[in-house]
T-cell receptor, first 114, second 114 residues
Framework: GAGVSQSPSNKVTEKGKDVELRCDPI?????LYWYRQRLGQGLEFLIY????????KSGLPSDRFSAERTGESVSTLTIQRTQQEDSAVYLC????????????FGPGTRLTVL | GEDVEQSLFLSVREGDSSVINCTYT??????LYWYKQEPGAGLQLLTY?????DMKQDQRLTVLLNKKDKHLSLRIADTQTGDSAIYFC??????????????FGAGTRLAVHP
């Protein structure tokens, strides 16, 4: 079946604009994770969804970042008033459950803030 | 605190063995993972090891875990050019709620040359 998909694959925006990044997890996966990967660095955890609720938002860097998930499927990560330091690849992953199941990663959205 | 460290770069000759090292800090981690990231692609789970194991072998891959020193290594036998990628070590500390929040290292870039 299809893997995790993300859109857009690339996004270039101007400082101060809002952006929305989309993640379509594997069908039937209840757990969904967002990570950020800055250039030359590892992945930083942002937020975790179990179903449509987000028990852990501890990784969101500021109140400009928010995320939602609807229908236990699609998730959207929104960054308001983007800053240059938001430039990174944003990766989404899903797993069948929230336990130790393997996380399957999407290809990511590369965000560049000018 | 949570910190996973890896060397940033490794260069090997085709046919030789590659050894990528990682140190982690959280002794509560139940699983330790190796992910592979090829250019423009998402992360792919290569292998993982449960914390009560010392070694795991999977075809050309051997994972060694020294829990006392919190040291993890990935050995790739007979390294091929297709193994060129960034390799991420990740730990999964125990959190209340029992979900699989991954803490990643910065990644080791493996370059395989003829």
């Amino acid at each position: 079946g299809a893997g995790v998909s993300q859109s857009p694959s690339n996004k270039v925006t101007e400082k101060g604009k809002d952006v929305e990044l989309r993640c379509d997890p594997i069908s039937g996966h209840t757990a969904l994770y967002w990570y950020r990967q800055r250039l030359g660095q590892g992945l930083e955890f942002l937020i975790y969804f179990q179903g449509n609720s987000a028990p852990d938002k501890s990784g969101l860097p500021s109140d400009r970042f928010s995320a939602e998930r609807t229908g236990e499927s699609v998730s959207t990560l929104t960054i308001q008033r983007t800053q240059q330091e938001d430039s990174a690849v944003y990766l989404c992953a899903s797993s069948l459950t929230s336990g130790s199941d393997e996380q399957f990663f999407g290809p990511g959205t590369r965000l560049t803030v000018l | 605190g949570e910190d996973v460290e890896q060397s940033l770069f490794l260069s090997v000759r085709e046919g030789d063995s590659s050894v990528i090292n990682c140190t982690y800090t959280d002794s509560s981690s139940t699983y330790l993972y190796w992910y592979k990231q090829e250019p423009g692609a998402g992360l792919q789970l290569l292998t993982y090891i449960f914390s009560n194991m010392d070694m795991k072998q999977d075809q050309r891959l051997t994972v060694l875990l020294n829990k006392k020193d919190k040291h993890l290594s990935l050995r790739i036998a007979d390294t091929q050019t297709g193994d060129s990628a960034i390799y991420f070590c990740a730990e999964s500390p125990l959190f209340s709620g029992g979900y699989n929040k991954l803490i990643f290292g910065a990644g080791t870039r493996l370059a395989v040359h003829p």
